[in-house]
């Protein structure tokens, strides 16, 4: 997946610009530096959580960070990931595309039941997931996030 490649990419890319080791952005992100390296290198997957704290510790988007866009920077509105704003902006937009939560969930490879627990906001989508449902639907990761206001991925 060439999205996924990008996040461990740019996560390097990053890091080593602003001349951070690996084992600093793990105390940064409360890790321990085998797991960092291992979201870096693309062994493990990166928690959405982590991510989010990856990319506001460095003031870069989330858009950017998984390949959606070639700008670092967006208008940040709130830095903290809700679960309850994340699940009510999948559902407006899948109900905007007049999808059902079962085709969704086929098209982010998640069963139907998890992705009916993100729209609810009783759990917290996974990156991934994320990520696919953002490209399906072409709309941007900040704002489903709430991070921003307009969905437009810039």
């Given at each position: 997946?060439?999205?996924?490649?990008?996040?461990?990419?740019?996560?390097?890319?990053?890091?080593?610009?602003?001349?951070?080791?690996?084992?600093?952005?793990?105390?940064?992100?409360?890790?321990?530096r085998s797991t960092y390296a291992g979201w870096e290198n693309g062994?493990?997957?990166?928690?959405?959580?982590?991510?989010?704290?990856?990319?506001?510790?460095?003031?870069?988007?989330?858009?950017?960070?998984?390949?959606?866009?070639?700008?670092?920077?967006?208008?940040?509105?709130?830095?903290?990931?809700?679960?309850?704003?994340?699940?009510?902006?999948?559902?407006?937009?899948?109900?905007?595309?007049?999808?059902?939560?079962?085709?969704?969930?086929?098209?982010?490879?998640?069963?139907?039941?998890?992705?009916?627990?993100?729209?609810?906001?009783?759990?917290?989508?996974?990156?991934?997931?994320?990520?696919?449902?953002?490209?399906?639907?072409?709309?941007?990761?900040?704002?489903?996030?709430?991070?921003?206001?307009?969905?437009?991925?810039?």
């Open positions: 997946m060439r999205c996924i490649t990008m996040i461990y990419e740019r996560m390097k890319e990053i890091r080593e610009y602003y001349d951070n080791t690996q084992l600093e952005l793990a105390n940064i992100l409360n890790v321990s062994i493990d997957n990166i928690p959405l959580i982590k991510l989010n704290a990856f990319c506001n510790y460095y003031k870069i988007s989330l858009d950017y960070i998984c390949g959606l866009t070639s700008i670092k920077k967006c208008n940040i509105i709130n830095e903290e990931l809700d679960k309850e704003i994340i699940g009510r902006n999948l559902k407006e937009i899948r109900i905007k595309f007049n999808d059902t939560q079962e085709n969704t969930a086929d098209y982010i490879k998640v069963d139907q039941s998890n992705y009916s627990k993100y729209e609810l906001g009783k759990i917290l989508i996974n990156t991934y997931p994320l990520i696919e449902f953002a490209r399906h639907y072409k709309v941007s990761i900040d704002w489903l996030c709430g991070k921003k206001t307009n969905s437009t991925i810039n």
